[in-house]
Every structure is written in C-alpha cells, then in structure tokens.
C-alpha cells in the first residue's frame, strides 16, 4: 500500500497530478444516465471534485481520504462551492462507522494501491454499505499479463473481477485513456 506520508507530502508540495479538478467524464455520463440520487461514497476523494459535482446533481455525498490535508482542501472547496458534503479523513479499507445504505460509490485510483489483504476488507466494506443494486464506478491501474510488481500499482483484469465476485457483477468494463487502466461498473447483488 502506498503511504499516506508519500499522499500527504505530494499534496503539501502541491504535486498531486492525480488529483486534475475535472470530474471524468465516465461519472458524468453515469449521472446523467437518468441514475435517480440517492446517498454516494467517493473511496478516496482526494479534494472533493467529484463529491462536489454529485452534490451539485442532488445526491447526499461522503468523502473519505485518509489523507488530512486532503480533507481539509475538500471541505474548503465545498464550502466556497455552496455544497453540502460530509468528508471524512479516513482507511477505505476500515469503513466501520458509516451507516449504510449507500446507493452509488466511487473510486477514481484508491482500490489498485491497497494491498491484497486490503482489497478484500474495501470489497466487504462496499458489500455492507452499498444498498441491493448500488452501483460501484471504479477506475483501476491495470497490469497487463506479462507485467508484475514494479513502483507503479496495477492489478490484472481477471483479479479485478475474482475480488468483486460473488458479491458484485461487473455491468461494464471500459478501457481508461492513456496508461493501462480500466473502468469497471459493478452493481451489489442481492445475495
């Protein structure tokens, strides 16, 4: 797992490329789908950008980072954005002390950085907070076959969908832009 010292300093030197204050356009697409608002969690929001834009489309919003200043940026935002979002400095892989339901989570580039064991707890988490048929939009580094470890974080598809299962079914599986990468829509199942 990539460490929150290494988050939290990117952020404190104002180098957090990942964090682009564009909402993608695969969120916006599922939003405006004509998905009813419901409650949504952003796994990983970083400063609140898309928390911001869901909030501004009616749903009830938690953000959750582990990194402060992070969350601390995010509130800022919120606040000079006229929103209401909760934003919480928390672990993904430790969601305990939400209640759920939840109808739609998010995660923009969390999920791939976890180690395996934390995999398997944000998967379970997301079981026990996702409401029957919620809906999870993932954006995930991928590794292709003949790659493995390396500094940059990545899984392959085929683990992608071992982790989910059988407590999600994967609605869709589109190719990310640029580097290896993967967007996945997953819906809690009933079971």
């Given at each position: ?33 004509g ?41 800022r ?89 059988p407590?999600?079914?994967?609605l ?20």
């Amino acid at each position: 797992m990539i460490s929150r010292l290494f988050f939290g300093l990117r952020y404190w030197l104002g180098n957090a490329p990942w964090d682009t204050g564009i909402t993608p356009p695969e969120l916006v697409e599922l939003v405006e789908s004509g998905l009813r608002p419901g409650r949504a969690l952003d796994l990983g929001c970083g400063t609140g950008t898309n928390c911001i834009y869901l909030a501004k489309h009616g749903w009830q919003v938690t953000g959750v980072d582990f990194v402060p200043m992070a969350i601390r940026y995010a509130r800022r935002k919120a606040m000079a954005a006229a929103t209401q979002v909760e934003f919480r400095v928390g672990d993904v892989t430790d969601l305990s002390d939400l209640t759920p339901p939840f109808h739609l989570a998010l995660d923009i580039g969390c999920f791939h950085s976890l180690t395996r064991a934390g995999h398997k707890a944000y998967v379970q988490n997301l079981a026990n907070l996702l409401a029957p048929d919620g809906l999870a939009l993932l954006y995930v580094f991928i590794q292709e076959p003949q790659q493995s470890g390396g500094l940059v974080p990545g899984l392959h598809r085929e683990e992608v969908s071992e982790l989910f299962d059988p407590s999600f079914r994967c609605l869709k599986e589109e190719q990310g832009k640029g580097r290896p990468s993967a967007w996945y829509t997953f819906q809690r199942t009933n079971g």
